[in-house]
């Protein structure tokens, strides 16, 4: 469980005006009021050990959102690489670093809860995909189970038909780790982890996965 402070100049974001993340936190830190700064809503640990439990990465891996290091521990626990970045300084990994702003992959594969707000976590999908197509790897992004029905989102998911989709049993991402801060919707949200194997297309298969093991 973290507490939030605020940021020291040097921890604040390098912002690039005009791109997606600028646009998004246009606002400053909270893209609306009842939304997490940064949209800082870190992944319990069971979610990704569910992941791994149906997964294998033949590779290093980038957690380009890392956060507080949730997710990284989880693959560093398991024996993974992990290259950890993130667009805030929370005292894990590599701060100040726009993943939407990167044009080169730091890791085979790309493993991440993304923020979720104004569009990030499409746009995180997309750049994802677009950077493992340079290294052959897999994506897997922690989503919305939600975002899978949405009018905006059909031609992508259509275009760009994940692998696998894991429905999670019980996952709830608390703002700042903290469920003392959590909104109304927020523990409504039902989360899956959605996969994109680099060249296997063809129906997506659904399975359910367990974070209670
Ligand atoms: C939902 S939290 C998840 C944190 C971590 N991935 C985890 O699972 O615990 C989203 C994270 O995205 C980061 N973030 C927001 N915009 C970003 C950007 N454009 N590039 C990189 N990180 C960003 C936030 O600082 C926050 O740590």
Redesign the pocket.
């Known amino acids: 469980m973290s507490s939030i402070r605020l940021l020291k100049p040097h921890e604040i974001?390098v912002r690039r005006p005009g791109s997606?993340?600028a646009r998004?936190?246009r606002m400053g830190p909270q893209i609306a009021p009842h939304r997490?700064a940064?949209?800082?809503?870190?992944?319990p640990p069971a979610a990704?050990r569910a992941l791994l439990s149906a997964e294998t990465f033949d590779g290093p891996i980038w957690?380009?959102?890392?956060?507080?290091?949730?997710?990284?521990k989880v693959l560093l626990q398991a024996g993974y690489h992990v290259v950890s970045?993130?667009?805030?300084a929370?005292g894990y990994g590599e701060a100040k670093?726009?993943?939407?702003?990167e044009t080169r992959p730091r890791a085979k594969h790309i493993i991440?809860?993304?923020?979720?707000g104004r569009g990030?976590a499409d746009a995180?999908a997309k750049h994802a995909l677009e950077l493992t197509r340079e290294t052959g790897g897999t994506v897997a992004m922690?989503m919305n189970l939600a975002g899978l029905c949405h009018p905006l989102r059909h031609d992508f998911w259509t275009a760009h038909p994940p692998t696998i989709i894991y429905a999670l049993d019980e996952c709830t991402?608390w703002p700042y780790?903290d469920p003392s801060r959590a909104t109304t919707g927020i523990a409504k949200q039902r989360y899956c982890w959605i996969i994109w194997k680099y060249g296997q297309s063809g129906v997506t298969a659904l399975r359910w996965l367990t974070t209670r093991a």
């Open positions: 974001p997606q993340t998004a936190f997490a940064y949209e800082f809503y870190p992944t990704t957690e380009p959102a890392c956060g507080q290091g949730h997710i990284s970045t993130d667009l805030v929370y670093l726009d993943f939407l702003a991440t809860n993304p923020p979720y990030l995180f922690l991402c780790g």
